[in-house]
């Protein structure tokens, strides 16, 4: 028998021009924004001026990198300081999983240690999250419809969880029209993300009917595009591909478990500086190889391996493919978007054990398919590396 539930915000809106949507929508949240943005908040101009027109008041935050804890606990103070009524986050995926915990901080008591995981006290959010609209303006994390808000500890040196059904956005809007400005590198490090979302859904031992069906076109939209918009970032028909494949990245994300490449990003993002995108595309093929080899000797009758047989199919658009054949692909893929090795990225050979063990614990990797032995994983590593 199949038992599953599945979550997403209230409303999600796609497709090109929907931003001239948000100011009137925003209008039936308050009349006072808090509007989150990313580094090149210039690119928030236009539409803070919508705001404007709208009669909205409006209190800017700017994340200017990776979501800390610092920044979220300043948001969340400069957000009650300013009585906003309702958050607005306008940027990547940063700024989308500072917006869910600024939001869910505005409306409950104690401050942000006391909801995280692992570094804090895991309690759980009680009260409704003030409204939050949430328009990426890129295609990768699918931030804008998931249930958790990923943020980084520098005095703990790892990426935590705040996380609550309750705590997803109240609008998404998706405009793929915002993406078209993204240069190619970035393109590629946030593709490769939703790529590894979908894939790892779609073999998690958490996969459900409708997880899987969004999987599949996710994927299909993906593996047609991703080099497409890589050297043409003007390819509208492209960006619209990847804006939904990061939608249904994100959807299946909030309603299935991922797997290992999530596991080790975990760890790895909060030793490391390196780009979340850059380090699932150099371990995607890796993991995706040790897992098909693991699961032929141990678990042949895993419903995973078909999955994986059917994604290769997809893939290279060939019905004899097989789960190795799709890794071939990515292989592939990762070369031509210039993906380099996780040492490149930062990563040092010598701590190669102490993110094994660390990788092991993360909830991502119990998402995995198969349980992968401490060797796998440090094999996995040295491959990302040559």
Known sequence: MINFEFAAPSQIIFGPGTINQAPPLAQHLGKSAFLLVGRNYERADSFLKQLHANNITVSIFQIPGEPTTDNVLRGANAARQTKSDFVISFGGGSVMDTGKAVAALMTNPGNLFDYLEVIGRGKQITHPPAPHMAIPTTAG?????TRNAVIFSPEHQVKVSMRSRLMLPTIAIIDPDLTLSMPPH???????????????????NAANPITDVLCREGLKRAARSLVRVFHDGQNREGRENMALASLFGGLVLANAKLGAVHGFAAPLGGMFSAPHGAVCGCLLPHVMEANIHALLSRAPSSPALLHYGVMAQIFTQNRSATPLDGVKFLKDLCSALKIPRIT??????????DVVEKTQTTSST???PIELRPEELFSILKCASA
């Open 141 to 145: 994390t699918g931030a804008e419809v």
């Open 366 to 368: 119990k998402g995995n």
């Open 344 to 353: 490149e990225l930062g990563v040092l050979p010598a701590s190669f054990s």
């Open 186 to 204: 970035l393109t590629a490090y946030t593709g490769l993300d939703a790529v590894t979302q979908l894939i790892e859904a779609f073999v998690s």
